[in-house]
């Protein structure tokens, strides 16, 4: 394979709407990253992280030695959560007012970045509430620089627009994407992920499968999705196993980290539908429940729906897991149940009844994937009609 001929240690620029530096040891960046906010007089800065992983990952020394050494003034917030809600990030606006930040970075998996783009907005934004933005009651019009140091390889929020926050006195856990949402600077640097725990490995990797299944088949696919999703999957499926056995594998965090980023440009093209919608009610009602965890438990029912739909497409990008499929619609129930076959053998072997979701919770289920804002419009992106019953059965095909 042409992995082989690829020198992993070479940092190399993707660039889109911002810059992402790529490759191992492209957190080095940080220091030029640091050079270039002071030059444009940005001297103070939100730092927003989670509790430990920006530490033990070995991000923070070198963002502070950086920040230091070009004369940047920070403050840190440290209260985002894995599904963060808008209470924390109205906290790490707050802060952020108080010190005057003119720029947020964010240092950790989609959880932390996605809470740094929204922080980003409302800064701008004084007085408006993160519940007002995430529900659409508020429009905004711009933010401050974003910063990104991604430190998993499944949300490809570093190169992409897209922020998702929980409203869980509501049950909501919409999203936003707007075009002034993308990071200006990301590093996805391999190296910061060899920390993630067997869980977060295989959760991380399930969402960034999904963003190339959902993105493939939506309304909106066209021949580049299809594209970073067959290449997407390829990669997974020959690389998730060997860092799941061996999670110092650089090579093969290297190759997952570029499976993800594929795959948040996938979304940011053409976006997500059913999967999507229909986990994030149940992140939202058990915040203890991993995103990815989710997918995975929906995502074989998902595929018995929408594969009679997209066949010749499901059927070239699941190759590399489900092989010698024909693309006819009468595959769907074999290809469900070699998928969840799949991930059964890489540990992920729950149903929702497993995670604390049983029969009587379906409806409400149902009506929160329905009616939650800037988030059930993603429905009308599936390749089929939605209807309760679909979304309904759905639920209960995974329980």
């Not at 190399?12 to 940080?30: H, N, Q, T």
Request: glycine fraction near 8%; charged fraction near 20%; hydrophobic fraction near 40%.
């Amino acid at each position: 394979m042409f992995e082989r001929k690829i020198n992993i240690y070479e940092v190399f620029e993707v660039k889109g709407r911002g810059i992402c530096y790529f490759g191992v040891g492209a957190l080095k960046k940080m220091k030029d990253i640091a050079k270039e906010l002071a030059s444009q007089d940005i001297k103070r800065v939100l730092v927003v992280t989670g509790k430990s992983a920006y530490r033990t990952c070995g991000a923070w020394d070198v963002v502070v030695k950086c920040f230091n050494e070009t004369g940047i003034e920070y403050i840190h917030y440290d209260g985002i959560t894995p599904n963060p809600t808008v209470q924390e990030i109205d906290q790490a606006v707050k802060l952020g007012l108080e010190f005057g930040a003119q720029a947020v970075l964010g240092i950790g998996g989609g959880s932390l970045i996605d809470s740094a783009k929204a922080v980003a907005v409302l800064l701008e934004h004084p007085g408006v509430s993160a519940e007002k933005l995430f529900t659409g009651e508020f429009m905004p019009e711009r933010a401050k620089p974003i910063l990104a140091i991604n430190t998993t390889h499944g949300t490809g929020t570093e190169v992409d627009r897209y922020a998702v926050a929980s409203i869980v006195e509501k049950g909501y856990k919409p999203g936003i994407g707007f075009n002034f949402t993308y990071p200006l600077y990301s590093i996805d640097d391999p190296t910061l992920t060899t920390s993630l725990s067997y869980e977060q490995t295989l959760y991380t990797t399930v969402d960034a499968l999904n963003h190339v299944i959902e993105a493939s088949t939506s309304q909106l696919r066209n021949p580049y999705t299809v594209l970073l999703a067959k290449e997407t999957v390829r990669i997974i499926a020959h690389y998730l196993p060997q860092a799941l056995i061996k999670p110092d594998d650089l090579n093969a965090r290297y190759w997952l980290l570029y499976a993800s980023m594929l795959a948040g440009i996938a979304i940011d093209t053409s976006m997500t539908h059913l999967t999507h919608v229909l986990e994030h009610p149940l992140s939202a009602l058990k915040p203890e429940l991993a995103h990815g965890h989710g997918l995975g438990i929906l995502l074989p029912s998902v595929l018995l729906e929408i594969y009679p739909a997209m066949p010749e497409i499901l059927a070239e990008v699941l190759s590399p897991i489900v092989p010698d499929l024909l693309g006819i619609p009468g595959e769907n129930e074999e290809v469900a149940f070699a998928v969840e076959g799949w991930l059964r053998n890489l540990g992920l072997r729950e149903r929702l009844s497993e995670v604390g979701f049983y029969e009587e919770d379906v409806e409400k289920l149902t009506e929160l994937a329905m009616s939650t804002p800037l988030l059930s419009q993603g429905l009308l992106n599936a390749p089929v009609k939605v209807n309760e019953d679909l979304i309904r059965n759905i639920y209960l095909n995974s329980l």
